[in-house]
């Protein structure tokens, strides 16, 4: 029997289709990393954006609502004898969250706004930012009236100078909600009062306002009676001689107009964006975008917002527009918070996964219309 021999493989045969191979691997495995990636940076993009996004819509929705039930030159709080400047930004511990958290005292003092600027004032307690910009941080407050919280569906009377009580309207069926129930009135809450009586003989029908004030409630002892005890952490609640624009003087005006008083109120909602890091512990902590309202404790709406800038379009006393102003009230003249017809945000996010050291950061801007705000048109 015949034999064959079958050639084999030379080594330099050999060697050169493991280059080859290797080749292809190597491509190959290049080409799965630049897939890996580039998903992981589409990550990173799309958790901050819907991070950014969060957090700017929730302060879109309060900022397009400032100022609405508040007077439109804005609403004085306690003044006159020893009073002090009343608090935003506080909770019930007491805590104040930002450095600077007293109403403005210009352009009249201790005066609550639809819009109050809070320019460099953004991060709580002014705790550096670890990996953020140099620029600065502001914070914003927005103050409106709850519309949806029927206050209006009560008849309300002055107990004492620190007390109301309300009693559920009949004509409205069904009878509001009891106000210590779910979703009502807490300790903490700012309650607007105001106190109208008929025009003097003469002067035609219309009430005339003869009352204006804001309490903090300091109590709901009961479904028809709410607190405004002095000593609250926010400081609206102060009494004493010469003191005026508050609780007490508003009782006093009903006490005047006796019968024919009548007492209206709202809750406001007085809401104070800011950014907060969270203290050190076993975990890494980054900065989150805070949402704080009334007199109670901030939550947290957007993780990992390294910063934020607001700039506001303001009316000058002579008509024209002083468009994206940082700092209203650290101008000359002051322009007044009153005044401020739209709001121009900034926000900075970074990631919060990271491939190795690298992580991914966007800014999102918009700019908002305060719509209940005094509004003259000059952009035609």
Partial sequence: MRTTRERGFSLIELLIS?????????????LFKTGVDTTFLITQRAETQQSLRAGMEMMVKDIGQ????????????????????????????????????????????????????????????????????????????????????????????????????????????????????????????????????????????????????????????????????????????????????????????????????????????????????PAAGGAVQTPRLMRQVNGLAAVPVADNILNMQISYDVIQANGTVDANQPNPLGVVPVESPALIQKVNIVLMGQSLTSMGNKSQSMYLATSVSARNMSFRNLYQ
Avoid: H
């Fill in 18 to 30: 493991m280059a080859v191979g290797l080749i292809v691997i190597l491509a190959v495995s290049s």
């Fill in 66 to 277: 400032a100022g609405a039930g508040l007077p439109t030159g804005g609403l004085q709080l306690p003044t006159g004898g020893a009073a002090t400047l009343s608090n935003f930004a506080c909770n019930q511990t007491p805590y104040c969250y930002l450095t600077g958290f007293n109403y403005p005292t210009v352009p009249s003092n201790n005066s609550m706004y639809g819009i109050i600027p809070g320019w460099n004032n953004g991060v709580e307690k002014s705790v550096a930012i670890a990996n953020a910009p140099g620029a600065r941080n502001d914070s914003l407050t927005s103050i409106y009236c709850d519309y949806n919280y029927p206050l209006f569906e009560y008849n309300i009377t002055f107990a004492s100078a620190t007390q109301i009580t309300l009693a559920a309207n009949p004509i409205y069926v069904p009878a509001p909600p009891p106000i210590n129930g779910t979703g009502g009135i807490n300790t903490g809450d700012l309650i607007l009062l105001v106190v109208s009586a008929p025009p003097a003989p003469g002067n035609g029908t219309n009430l005339v306002q003869t009352g204006a004030a804001v309490g903090e409630v300091t109590g709901v002892p009961n479904a028809t009676t709410i607190n405004f005890a002095g000593g609250d952490p926010l400081n609206m609640n102060q009494s004493g001689g010469g003191i005026t624009n508050n609780i007490a003087t508003a009782a006093a005006a009903a006490a005047a107009a006796g019968a024919a008083a009548n007492i209206t109120a709202c809750r406001l909602f007085a809401v104070t964006y800011f950014i907060e890091v």
